[in-house]
Structure formats: structure tokens, C-alpha cells
């Protein structure tokens, strides 16, 4: 895990309009980077983990992991899990709803 880079993704889909002051995080990359590392722990085969502010001290993380295909050339790639997360006076919380029992057909 130490290996594997995590990314603070810069969004650019914000509204211009509002004012970037109430658009960015309170949060600062090394202090959610040892947080991030300790929610999600050791990945198999990890390749990155990409953190994006959503609004305030909101978060989503993208834990992405290689792979590979049968009878592929090269690697694959996928979201291996994903969280929302609230990052406050330097603490982690997961706000991460599991899935609904209807829902879980879907992911099958």
C-alpha cells in the first residue's frame, strides 16, 4: 500500500460562479492521506487511490486495483471500492451507505 499514490483529484465540473473560498476543503493532502490509508487499509493488487472534494469537508475515495483479462493483452483497471467520507478537525468518518437488498442484484 505504501506504494500506491494518493491523488487529490481537482474537479473542475464547480460552478464558477460561487466563490472558490466556500468550494474548497478544510482539509490539506497530508493530513487526509494517513486518515485515507487507515480507512482503507491493504488492497490486493491496488493501484491508486483517488480522492475528490465533493463540497465542504466531503469526500469521495476511489480505491482503483490491475488486473488482468483472460486472453487480453495489458491491464485492466476498475474501482475496487468506493466511500464518502467527511473529513473534520483531522478525523475520518464514513458515511458510506451500504448497498439496499434491490441495489445488490445490480452490482452482481
Given at each position: 500500500?505504501?506504494?500506491?499514490?494518493?491523488?487529490?483529484?481537482?474537479?473542475?465540473?464547480?460552478?464558477?460562479?460561487?466563490?472558490?473560498?466556500?468550494?474548497?476543503?478544510?482539509?490539506?493532502?497530508?493530513?487526509?492521506?494517513?486518515?485515507?490509508?487507515d480507512?482503507?487499509?491493504?488492497?490486493?493488487?491496488?493501484?491508486?487511490?483517488?480522492?475528490?472534494?465533493?463540497?465542504?469537508?466531503?469526500?469521495?475515495?476511489?480505491?482503483?486495483?490491475?488486473?488482468?483479462?483472460k486472453?487480453?493483452?495489458?491491464?485492466?483497471?476498475?474501482?475496487?471500492?468506493?466511500?464518502?467520507?467527511?473529513?473534520?478537525?483531522?478525523?475520518?468518518?464514513?458515511?458510506?451507505?451500504?448497498?439496499?437488498?434491490?441495489?445488490?442484484?445490480?452490482?452482481?
Amino acid at each position: 500500500m505504501t506504494g500506491a499514490p494518493i491523488v487529490m483529484a481537482k474537479d473542475s465540473h464547480k460552478s464558477p460562479s460561487k466563490s472558490k473560498e466556500n468550494l474548497k476543503s478544510k482539509a490539506t493532502a497530508p493530513d487526509i492521506n494517513q486518515a485515507v490509508r487507515d480507512l482503507v487499509g491493504k488492497v490486493d493488487n491496488l493501484f491508486e487511490i483517488k480522492v475528490h472534494n465533493v463540497f465542504e469537508d466531503y469526500h469521495r475515495i476511489n480505491v482503483w486495483i490491475k488486473y488482468q483479462k483472460k486472453d487480453l493483452f495489458g491491464c485492466s483497471y476498475k474501482i475496487k471500492h468506493s466511500y464518502f467520507v467527511k473529513f473534520a478537525d483531522g478525523k475520518l468518518t464514513d458515511l458510506t451507505k451500504p448497498p439496499s437488498k434491490e441495489n445488490k442484484s445490480l452490482l452482481l
